[in-house]
């Protein structure tokens, strides 16, 4: 016979607790609106000391009004913090930690804030948990690092407490859910209280609070590319990328990583890929923010579909426009969701490709450099074999063939490309024989370096030298020459066999520019099909409307 081990105890503690902290926080809110001035006094009334705290930092929408009113409550009070939060974006969400609120974080991305991160990790003053991906951190949410405390973002709330949140829902969706049904307090700043929503995103009972902050909350335009900035080389290695891996392998689903490289591909696509008659069999299905570099491409016809991590600020108007391209509510506007788009670029997609700050010679990639810890975001589940993939294509099967030789049980692989420039800015090397990562490692005391795509992972390398196919490659030494082979003029290039590269070279391994019969002299920015912000505003048919800073004319 089984018996209970306590008989008396209780299973309702997280129940109770919130029950206290809403208790505590009673007085100073009107049911579930909260006036701007009452905020702090809030925050010291349901943050409890120790709590996994997460403020909603993504990679463009930002709780902000609730962010800076962290940074006033008193340390005394709110303290021994356990941030768990995507992206730290914002100042704020680094002055918490140096205020000496925050005892550990785990998070997936920290550019802007990469170099203070790094400082003050160091010094010892704050301890990281994990470097995770985005699907890392959401799936964690539900089972060990659940939020008691959520701070998040919308764009409006009505009198009830329900939520709009507009084309940015991002991560909102997944830290509320995990917060509201694990006891945990949701509060929500808002742009606006309106009497009627355009459409409900989140139902008001799994919102505690609303709070109309004084200004809108902040979304920055990190996907919009100015295709003056795109250099020539960059529109070569987008010739070889299109010829050499999108055409080869007939890549119709797809993501891009953020950066002018991808953006010269997308610009390409209604051009350089139309002449080769490509339209139609590469690029029609998309994991990928509203990139205003693709608006010729699905003006051109190339685009079939597009779901989105997050929107791009100026691109609302464009988007609503396209409701056969983008997922759009019958309120007109689209309706994005972090955590399906990276299951959508992970799950469904063929192609991941991306840059990187660092390769080696195993392939191995990172962003994370001295004196920088950026993360990685997405990256590393859009740049990984989904080993429980199942359903096949055309392109996951030839790169399976390719990858795994003889084996007798037929398997794809998902294809995994890195391109970028053999020099970086200020002549760094892209190409290192060891990854600052170890570095990084060793001296904040991580169980392993933050490495963004494993090698074993990686399929493609695409520089100006050329295009490397691992896939290829029988043995570590091939795999280290071929990765040599494109590496150019930095020390790892410079380190190379000549023998063996050339070796690679007539085994298809290595295809320079001339092997795909692409003449280097005609990439020029003449084959973009948009020269600069206002050429996109126009391909938009008027529809794009760019944030100020992008405007020149």
Sequence with gaps: MYLADSPGRAWDTRARNRAHRLERAASLANGRNVAPENIVALLEAVIEPGDRLCVEGNNQKQADFLSRALVQTDPSRVRDLHLVQSVLALPEHVDVIERGQVARIDFSFSGPQAGRLARLVESGRITIGAIHTYLELFARYFVDLTPQVALVAAQAADRHGNLYTGPNTEDTPA???ATAFKGGIVIAQVNEIVDTLPRV??????????VAAPTPHYVEPLFTRDPALITETQVLTAMIAIKGLYAEYGITRLNHGIGFDTAAIELLL???????????KICTHWALNPHPT????IEAGFVQSVHSFGSEVGMERYVAARPDVFFIGPDGSMRSNRAFCQAAGHYACDLFIGSTLQLDLNGNSSTATKGRIAGFGGAPNMGADARGRRHAS??????GREGRGDNPMPRGQKLVAQIVETFREHMEPAFVERLDA?????????DL????????????IITEEGIANLLLCRTPEEREQAIRGVAGYTPVGMARDRRAVENLRDRGIIRRPEDLDI?????????????NIKDLVHASGGLYDPPKKFRNW
């Design 270 to 280: 209604p051009t350089y890929a139309a002449e080769l008659g490509l339209k139609g």
């Design 438 to 446: 170890w570095d990084l490692a060793e001296s904040a005391g991580m």
């Design 449 to 460: 370096p933050p490495v963004m795509i494993y090698g074993e992972d990686l399929t493609h």
């Design 294 to 297: 693709l608006i010729p491409a």
């Design 394 to 399: 055309q392109a996951w099967l030839r790169a």
């Design 201 to 210: 995103d989140i139902p008001a009972d799994w919102v505690d609070f609303t």
């Design 175 to 177: 830290i509320v859910e």
């Design 519 to 531: 003449d280097p002299r005609l990439a020029t920015r003449d084959l973009l099909a948009a020269r």
